[in-house]
């Protein structure tokens, strides 16, 4: 039951905010460098996307590494064109059309989707590495064992349905059912702290 304790503990809301969250939202406060909300052109553009990304990746992903101007540009325009395709079935051009007209937030906005999109990825691999190291993905008796303590320890908050014996239809899939009910919990967690 340690292995299953500790992997919930090391994917609590408090712990992620700790490791994962909180210093990437610091890393976004600590940025300054923004005379004004919007962008004169397309280059400028580019330049402050991958300066913001080169500082961002420094403080929080390589602890003082540095990427190059052209891979942190390049990385960053995939993460926005990515936000803007997904919420506003928009590219990269319609975020610059953002910055440089101060819409949808302008500059702020953008910088704020790509501080997200750097921290959505960091706790992709926050998770993916707890998981791995708690469970090894190649270890089938391992993750059976896991899925089984899971169960008895957390299924009735998910369903009644769920029973022991439903160990081996889960156990490939662990990662997802527990995920699911971490971020359960969380949801919960947050309309107990509005009340």
């Known amino acids: 039951m340690a292995d299953l304790e500790n992997l919930l503990a090391a994917l609590s809301e408090e712990n992620i905010a700790r490791r994962v969250t909180i210093p990437h939202d610091e890393a976004r406060e600590h940025f300054r460098r923004l005379p004004t909300n919007t962008v004169p052109d397309f280059a400028t553009f580019c330049?402050?996307?991958?300066?913001?990304?080169?500082?961002?990746?420094?403080?929080?992903?390589?602890?003082?590494?540095?990427?190059?101007?052209?891979?942190?540009?390049?990385?960053?325009?995939?993460?926005?064109?990515?936000?803007?395709?997904?919420?506003?079935?928009?590219?990269?051009?319609?975020?610059?059309?953002?910055?440089?007209?101060?819409?949808?937030?302008?500059?702020?906005?953008?910088?704020?989707?790509?501080?997200?999109?750097?921290?959505?990825?960091?706790?992709?691999?926050?998770t993916r590495e707890v998981f791995d190291r708690f469970v090894p993905p190649n270890q089938w008796t391992t993750q059976l064992e896991l899925v089984r303590q899971f169960i008895l320890r957390c299924g009735v908050d998910m369903s009644p349905r769920i029973t022991v014996a439903d160990a081996p239809k889960f156990a490939r899939d662990y990662e997802e059912l527990i995920t699911t009910y971490v971020q359960t919990l969380r949801q919960q967690s947050a309309v107990f702290r509005r009340i």
């Open 47 to 126: 330049d402050l996307l991958g300066e913001y990304f080169a500082f961002h990746h420094s403080v929080c992903v390589s602890h003082g590494g540095r990427l190059s101007r052209i891979d942190a540009t390049a990385l960053a325009k995939e993460i926005i064109a990515t936000h803007y395709r997904q919420r506003y079935r928009g590219n990269l051009v319609s975020a610059y059309m953002d910055a440089h007209l101060g819409t949808n937030g302008g500059v702020r906005g953008i910088l704020d989707a790509l501080a997200d999109g750097i921290k959505a990825e960091a706790l992709a691999r926050y």
